[in-house]
């Protein structure tokens, strides 16, 4: 079941009938992935495509010590720490850095 949630009321006051207007816009669920996303911002309420800014987490710690135990010794079990698929990726609205989401490995 998907969870919806509201980004954005707008309140409109139309003066010459009395009617007070209420909009909501709906956003649907954001699944975050490695790839930049098109996300409304919660913080700056502006539809954005994410920033994408890879970080270790645990699988790039797991493969490093699966990769020594293995006998990859002399520098070889630090490739982990240069590939971005290994990687968590963190999504960031470009206009206020504000953090949307993160994608962890495991």
């Known amino acids: 079941m998907h969870k919806y949630q509201w980004v954005s009321l707008y309140r409109l006051y139309d003066r010459t009938h009395g009617l007070l207007l209420i909009i909501k816009k709906l956003q ?35 493969l490093c010590g699966g990769l020594f135990f293995c006998g990859f010794v002399l520098g070889c079990c630090l490739i982990p720490f240069c590939v971005d698929r290994m990687k968590d990726a963190k999504h960031t609205c470009p206009t206020c850095k504000a953090v949307l989401g993160v994608y962890k490995r495991l």
């Open 28 to 62: 649907y669920p954001v699944t975050f992935l490695e790839g930049p996303v098109q996300v409304s911002c919660p913080q700056c309420r502006q539809t954005v495509l994410s920033q994408v800014h890879h970080s270790s987490g645990l699988l790039t710690y797991l």
